[in-house]
């Protein structure tokens, strides 16, 4: 079945910790791809996204992320984490000409002060 | 600016009831979305609308789910005869248009728990 993978389920880092956090994809042809955060208490809202050109897309707050399409892959890094990232990151996929979004299962992350 | 708002916050209803779920997108937003969360679990599509077109309901779970929306305005969702398996956090977004290239806002969402 067409899903979307996110491996780690808690990471708890210290701050100033490099963040890489893992998600792979299975659907073939053209994808739109997503990472969303919600934050404690606050709504879902949009990280970054990627839909063409420059496989390495920047976000908001420092985030990047890489599309990898022989990996079928598009992990979200972070060079030195703070305490404010403390949240919990959701990896989405949306088939070209298609109105599904699919959502990976999410990451909790803990940033340690 | 108002974002996406969803009505009731928390709704607590007891098997067999049937529950109704309110959506208000941001204004202008052609485009709405309805997922469900279950505990620890991704979100889950539902059902989507795109301005006056036929809805795409491919992925509604059972026939005791259905949605409406009026234009572009206001959404509901309504749960039929209430399982326990239910339970969920209901999740509202809407976008400018359908195409991925703009992005969904999500609501707050609605808690429900069937007891």
């Known amino acids: 079945a067409q899903s979307v993978s996110q491996h780690n389920h808690h990471v708890i880092l210290s701050e100033a910790a490099s963040l890489e956090l893992g998600c792979n994809y299975s659907?073939?042809?053209?994808?739109?791809l997503f990472w969303y955060v919600q934050y404690p208490g606050q709504h879902l809202q949009l990280l970054l996204k990627?839909?063409?050109?420059?496989?390495l897309v920047k976000g908001i707050k420092g985030f990047e992320a890489e599309f990898i399409k022989s990996k079928f892959s598009f992990n979200l890094r972070k060079p030195s984490v703070q305490w404010s990232d403390t949240a919990e990151y959701f990896c989405?996929?949306?088939?070209?000409?298609?109105?599904?979004?699919?959502f990976g299962a999410g990451t909790r992350l803990t940033v340690k002060p | 600016g108002a974002g996406v708002s969803q009505s009731p916050s928390n709704k607590v209803t007891e098997k067999g009831k049937d529950v109704e779920l309110r959506c208000d997108p941001i204004?202008?937003?052609?485009?709405l979305y309805w997922y469900r969360q279950r505990l620890g679990q991704g979100l889950e599509f539902l059902i989507y609308f795109q301005g006056n077109s036929a809805p795409d309901k491919s992925g509604l779970p059972s026939d005791r789910f259905s949605a409406e929306r009026t234009g572009e305005s206001v959404s509901t969702l309504t749960i039929q005869r209430t399982q326990q398996e239910d339970s969920a956090v209901y999740l509202c977004a809407s976008s400018l248009m359908t195409s991925g290239l703009y992005e969904q806002y999500f609501g707050p969402g609605t808690r429900l728990t069937v007891t």
């Open positions: 659907y073939g042809g053209t994808v739109n």
């Open positions: 990627y839909f063409s050109g420059d496989p």
């Open positions: 989405a996929v949306k088939v070209y000409n298609n109105n599904d979004m699919r």
């Open positions: 204004s202008g937003h052609t485009a």
